[in-house]
């Protein structure tokens, strides 16, 4: 193959990609505007994640015992809230669904949350939470304007009500494409109640997928302390050694 093949090739496949890659990033994300200094937030989003999430999903790198620590909750807390399947308190939170029965009904098994707000971000969990939409063409009967075709069932319809796409009409060389979504039978919360839910429980996966940064703001006081008294003493230094040159 000549040079010039290659070329033609190459840049075909690139602007391929960068096609699919506008069409992805067409779905708007709405900002999560999380707060991990919001305690009770994180708290209510455990309890979320909990409830409606951890049947399937795992968080591989967090004990029990750690959120207790780091969220301020006691023991007997995250054991009558948080666990409900006869995990001990010093366990990883694994989800009691085993991966091949779950690959088997869902198409893929549901992935391992523990990294998911640091490889996606925040605002595209919150936003991918918001989108679900009914879609009788769809195995498990839902479909999602963030995650076209996601095989995830919309854990958390029943808090936010039933969303039907209004589609925008086909144009040549183009399939018809979800214009909103309209929320066609209300759930248990008004709607912004449930932006608050999807807020708490991706604040909760935000502080899953960086456990240290209570930590971190904890240090982070006593460093900045730290140095503006060592800043103190250097000046006083300073003035001691200069006194007698000046
Ligand atoms: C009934 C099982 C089930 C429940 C309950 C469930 N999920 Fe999922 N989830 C899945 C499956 C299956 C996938 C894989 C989807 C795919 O790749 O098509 C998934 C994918 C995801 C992803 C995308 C992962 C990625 O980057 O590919 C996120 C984020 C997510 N789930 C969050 C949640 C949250 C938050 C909850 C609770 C509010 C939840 N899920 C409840 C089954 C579930």
């Known amino acids: 193959m000549n040079k010039r093949l ?6 075909g496949f690139a602007l391929a990609a960068g096609a699919v890659h506008a069409e992805e990033a067409a ?9 991990l200094n ?10 979320i ?18 959120i207790a620590s780091d969220l301020g909750l006691t023991e007997q807390q995250v054991m009558s809230n948080l666990v409900f399947n006869g ?31 640091r490889a996606k971000g925040a605002d595209w ?8 939409y009914l879609d009788p063409t769809r195995p498990v009967g839902w479909n999602n304007t963030v995650f076209p075709s996601t095989s995830m069932p919309d854990p958390l319809w029943s808090l936010q009500g039933v969303q039907t796409a209004v589609f925008a009409p086909a144009k040549p060389g183009r399939d018809a ?3 909103k979504l309209d929320l066609s039978r209300p759930g248990l919360e008004t709607p912004q109640q449930f932006d608050r839910t999807a807020r708490d429980v991706t604040a909760f996966l ?29 000046l006083f230094l300073k003035h001691e050694y200069w006194k007698d040159v000046h």
């Open 125 to 132: 969990v919150y936003s991918y939470l918001k989108s679900f």
């Open 177 to 179: 494409r979800v214009e």
């Open 206 to 234: 935000a502080y899953v997928a960086e456990p240290n940064v209570y930590e971190r703001e904890r240090l982070g006081v006593w460093v900045i302390l730290y140095l503006v008294a060592f800043s103190l003493l250097a």
């Open 49 to 66: 994640f909990f409830n409606y999430c951890a049947g399937c999903h795992s968080l591989e790198y967090m004990r029990y015992s750690r």
């Open 87 to 117: 995990a001990k308190f010093d366990d990883p939170a694994l989800s009691s669904m085993p991966a091949a029965d779950a690959a088997k009904w869902f198409g893929r098994a549901p992935p391992d949350l523990s990294l998911e707000v």
């Open 6 to 11: 290659w070329c033609g090739l190459l840049l």
């Open 27 to 35: 779905a708007t994300l709405y900002p999560a505007n999380v707060n």
């Open 38 to 47: 919001d305690r009770a937030s994180v708290q209510r989003g455990a309890r």
